[in-house]
């Protein structure tokens, strides 16, 4: 386990800024120099499209480990926690997209939104290599419109890879969708404590109503949900770092660790340590 937070990247080890509104690389040109196996991190503000064609994966979805058949096509959306061991050959892609340069697909409020929410797994169609490869042609390219041309296909990759999901989902109403927004704010701004007065501000709303709204669609508060998001992150860096509980609670912006660890009990049933071990059995 690391001694430090799980580590947020732009590109896997990398903190450079993110230079387009897409990157591409094969899957042996990033791993196969670190031995085929990325450790677990995450992207804040970065999504991610994984082909893998041929070879072995064994995948850490914020702590759910699975080795799915291949061909397999991975949305990764940002903050998971997601790490990697293939097997040496192993073929395939990874897309990386920045959320602000895809508002149409990757905002609070796309159509798409509440199939992205979570990662993604489905089983490429036939032609998604031939795909994948004609967007690497446009992308390493100097074509004119070359960004709307990028954005275009893209588009049509996500559609298809969600084409099993959309067959069963219907358009979110709009109470589903501010609920979406909440959340992704709480995800951005969890460490920082904001009041729900600013959250509500920063969605356009009354605190009273975001508080109805909350407790319409999921039967808890909305301090019921922040504190939930806190303890659901601390639980992520008891399992991934090796972060002391004083440090974790520091890391997410409690002022007093004791005050952390109480509440730390109260919503999970236990001690963050005690957590800890029970993961270690």
């Known amino acids: 386990?690391?001694?430090?937070?799980?580590?947020?990247?732009?590109?896997?080890?990398?903190?450079?800024?993110?230079?387009?509104?897409?990157?591409?690389?094969?899957?042996?040109?990033?791993?196969?120099?670190?031995?085929?196996?990325?450790?677990?991190?995450?992207?804040?503000?970065?999504?991610?499209?994984?082909?893998?064609?041929?070879?072995?994966?064994t995948i850490d979805l914020d702590g759910q480990i699975s080795q799915p058949a291949l061909p397999l096509?991975?949305?990764?959306?940002?903050?998971?926690?997601?790490?990697?061991?293939?097997?040496?050959?192993?073929?395939?892609?990874?897309?990386?997209?920045?959320?602000?340069s895809h508002p149409l697909i990757l905002s609070a409020d796309a159509e798409i939104a509440p199939m992205i929410a979570a990662p993604v797994l489905a089983t490429p169609a036939p032609d998604m290599p031939d795909q994948v490869t004609a967007l690497h042609d446009?992308?390493?390219?100097?074509?004119?419109?070359?960004?709307?041309?990028?954005?275009?296909?893209?588009?049509?990759?996500?559609?298809?890879?969600?084409?099993?999901?959309?067959?069963?989902?219907?358009v979110l109403p709009p109470a589903e969708t501010r609920l979406l927004r909440f959340v992704d704010l709480i995800a951005l701004n969890h460490a920082r404590h904001w009041t729900l007065d600013r959250y509500a501000?920063?969605?356009?709303?009354?605190?009273?109503?975001?508080?109805?709204?909350?407790?319409?669609?999921?039967?808890?508060?909305?301090?019921?949900?922040i504190e939930s998001h806190l303890m659901r992150e601390a639980t992520r860096l008891l399992a991934y770092t090796r972060m002391t509980a004083q440090e974790i609670a520091y890391q997410l912006g409690y002022q007093d660790p004791s005050y952390f660890n109480r509440r730390f009990r109260k919503v999970m049933g236990l001690s963050p340590g005690a957590y800890r071990q029970q993961l270690e059995r």
């Open 138 to 170: 446009v992308w390493q390219g100097q074509v004119p419109l070359r960004h709307t041309r990028l954005r275009a296909m893209l588009a049509q990759l996500i559609c298809d890879l969600l084409q099993d999901q959309a067959t069963k989902n219907t």
């Open 201 to 225: 501000a920063q969605m356009g709303m009354s605190s009273r109503n975001l508080g109805r709204l909350c407790r319409a669609q999921t039967s808890m508060s909305a301090h019921a949900l």
């Open 1 to 57: 386990m690391q001694t430090r937070p799980i580590p947020a990247w732009q590109l896997y080890g990398e903190h450079s800024p993110f230079p387009d509104i897409l990157h591409m690389e094969r899957i042996r040109d990033r791993a196969a120099g670190l031995d085929w196996r990325i450790s677990p991190h995450r992207h804040a503000h970065l999504a991610q499209i994984f082909l893998l064609v041929g070879g072995h994966a």
């Open 73 to 100: 096509t991975l949305f990764v959306p940002p903050n998971l926690v997601h790490g990697f061991t293939f097997a040496a050959g192993t073929e395939g892609w990874v897309l990386t997209l920045p959320v602000e």
